[in-house]
């Protein structure tokens, strides 16, 4: 089996890898465009920007390459339809839905002829985005970075939605080499969704703290929390993150911007992820990160990482499947 193009809606890239959409400015164009760049999709995180920085963030990127564009919305944030009109009046390539599920992007990007994508984590979910019109579906197990939907991992979600749906499906969560994508494409995935990796990449803009953080951090510093939008989420065990878990009062946010349609106000997730992301602040951030960060030993460019993961997953594919052929029984040549 050979490494597959990738065909959603009317689009068409050469590596089957998709760049996850990372909110609060840890998928900027820089990142994006990077993976663009090397045939892949590159998302854009459109979360917990304001309208006039996702537009220029879109901008940026749109006049930095001709490859595919996309951006990801939560469907959780209180703008979410208004950010999908801003990526879909600056001509993203694709828009992807993600923490959540909204009925209503599928009719709006269907006028505007844009394919979208959804973050899915059950047959029911992927069969009803499918029949909404979704170009893609994106399978997000237990393992990866972000908001979760599910206690299971992607590898024992694929089987069952990819049998249930004809649309592509893309596999994410937990996968850090080419070996991993090996897998995901035999098991019947049409790409492979890569968050932590990419974080963990030159061209991501997040702050160095943030970076060395995951590099140096043991399998043993990551949590599981329930965040303030409601949802599961893996985290780094940083001394807000211990808080949160005490459910200490003196991190209850006081002063809300009301950037989520549903909040339980026990922190303020916006502040802690921007104290993440832009001051790499370890008091005060919220560090979010896909489980097998701790297989990742560098920060690397994206074309080195983009070569690797490919390599990877040729070597996984070339591989025979079944016993070598009279392995052990035929005299070694010369
Ligand atoms: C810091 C961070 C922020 C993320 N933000 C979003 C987001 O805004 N929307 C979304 O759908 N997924 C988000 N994700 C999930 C990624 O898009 C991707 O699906 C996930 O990271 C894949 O798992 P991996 O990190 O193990 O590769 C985020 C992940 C990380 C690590």
């Not at 990372?22 to 998928?27: E, L, T």
């Not at 897998?183 to 803009?205: H, I, K, N, Y």
């Not at 209850?252 to 303020?268: A, G, I, P, W, Y």
């Amino acid at each position: 089996m050979k490494v597959p193009t990738l065909k959603f809606g009317n689009k068409l890239v050469d590596t089957p890898i998709v760049q996850g959409g990372m909110a609060v400015k840890v998928s900027t164009s820089e990142l994006a465009v990077a993976v663009a760049e090397q045939g892949g999709v590159g998302i854009i995180g459109g979360t917990g920007l304001s309208m006039e920085e996702l537009r220029q963030q879109v901008r940026e990127a749109r006049d930095a390459t001709r490859g595919l564009l996309g951006v990801n919305i939560m469907v959780a944030a209180r703008e979410f339809k208004e950010a999908v009109m801003v990526a879909l009046k600056e001509k993203v390539d694709v828009i992807v839905a993600g923490a959540g599920f909204s009925r209503d992007v599928f009719t709006i990007c269907r006028e505007w002829k844009t394919p979208v994508m959804t973050m899915v984590s059950s047959v029911k979910v992927a069969r009803l985005a499918e029949r909404l019109g979704a170009a893609a579906v994106i399978v997000e197990g237990c393992d990866a970075g972000g908001h979760l939907g599910t206690e299971e991992k992607t590898a024992a979600l694929m089987p069952a939605i990819c049998e249930a749906v004809s649309i592509p499906v893309i596999a994410a969560g937990g996968f850090a080499d080419g070996e991993d994508i090996g897998r995901m494409l035999e098991l019947g995935a049409a790409g492979v969704q890569l968050g932590t990796r990419f974080l963990l990449s030159e061209e991501c803009t997040v702050h160095k703290n943030f970076k060395n953080l995951l590099l140096n951090a043991k399998a043993s510093d990551l949590v599981r929390i329930i965040s303030p939008v409601g949802l599961p989420a893996n985290a780094i065990n940083t001394p807000l993150v211990q808080k949160h878990l005490a459910g200490d009062p003196v991190i209850r946010s006081t002063d809300c911007n009301r950037c989520l349609k549903h909040c339980n106000h026990s922190f303020c997730i916006l502040k802690a992820l921007l104290a993440a992301s832009q001051d790499g602040d370890y008091e005060r951030g919220l560090f979010f990160t896909g489980k097998r960060y701790t297989d990742i030993k560098s920060v690397e460019p994206v074309k080195k990482i983009f070569a690797d993961l490919l390599q990877g997953a040729r070597d996984y594919l070339s591989q025979p499947s079944g016993p070598v052929p009279g392995a052990g029984s035929q005299p070694t040549p010369g």
